[in-house]
């Protein structure tokens, strides 16, 4: 499946942005959807994770209450509203596909190619 990240941008603290990530080449419906992201000089991290039908989701303790996964199938889109979002957000951002319910980066066979998203204070 191939997957097509936009959505980031340069924000000030306390506003919100929609990422969004479009997929082609296999049946979307198929995969659990997870966002990372990183920030310079620093490893990848999960940020949340959404199941097949959109049903299930999870949210590292950092954007809870703040970040929300969706999908939509029929558009083959997943989507993370961000918002009250903090310079400590900034980094790169990415969707990712998986073939099962897991939150660590290597064990997601599908990438995008990431969106930026910068914090001012």
């Known amino acids: 499946v191939q997957l097509q990240a936009s959505g980031g941008g340069l924000v000030q603290a306390g506003a919100s942005l929609r990422l969004s990530c479009a997929a082609s080449g296999r049946t979307f419906s198929n995969y659990v959807m997870g966002w990372f992201r990183q920030a310079p000089g620093k490893e990848r991290e999960f940020v949340a994770v959404?199941?097949?039908?959109?049903?299930?989701?999870y949210y590292t303790d950092s954007v809870k209450g703040r970040f929300t996964i969706s999908r939509d199938n029929t558009k083959n889109t997943v989507y993370l509203q961000m918002n009250s979002l903090t310079p400590e957000d900034t980094a790169l951002y990415y969707c990712a596909a998986a073939v099962a319910w897991v939150f660590t980066p290597d064990k997601y066979a599908y990438w995008g190619q990431g969106t930026q998203v910068t914090v001012s204070s």
């Open positions: 959404i199941s097949r039908p959109g049903s299930s989701t």
